[in-house]
Nanobody, 126 residues
């Protein structure tokens, strides 16, 4: 019912910045929480950040707090992830996701999200 398309990934040197975008279509974007997750090479998918439907509350993984910022523009059906002070350990495929109605899972859990983008590669060199 919903399609999500990420963009903005690429190669950046340690200490640099990137901004990821996720464009949504097919569902009323403003009615749902949105999240960013990442999957480092050889590891499981992990939570990065989430934002409520209104944009009034945001939550971050401890590993990115103070460096990454999630935001959304409901008029443009787009969610963003601004990434600063990037480290080699931030290297991963980054995916955006749109939440389901109540599932019993935390917003930090990938199982709370119904729709996922294809992912965009972020590579941070030392």
């Amino acid at each position: 019912q919903e399609q999500l398309v990420e963009s903005g990934g690429g190669l950046v040197q340690s200490g640099g910045s990137l901004r990821l975008s996720c464009a949504a279509s097919g569902r009323t974007f403003s009615n749902y929480n949105m999240g960013w997750f990442r999957q480092p090479p050889g590891k499981e998918r992990e939570f990065v950040a989430t934002i409520t439907w209104s944009g009034g509350r945001t939550y971050y993984a401890s590993s990115v707090k103070g460096r990454f910022t999630i935001s959304r523009d409901n008029a443009k059906n787009t969610v963003y992830l601004q990434m600063n002070s990037l480290k080699p350990e931030d290297t991963a495929v980054y995916s955006c996701a749109s939440a389901s109605p109540w599932t019993g899972y935390s917003d930090y859990d990938p199982k709370a999200y119904a729709y996922w983008g294809q992912g965009t590669q972020v590579t941070v060199s030392s």
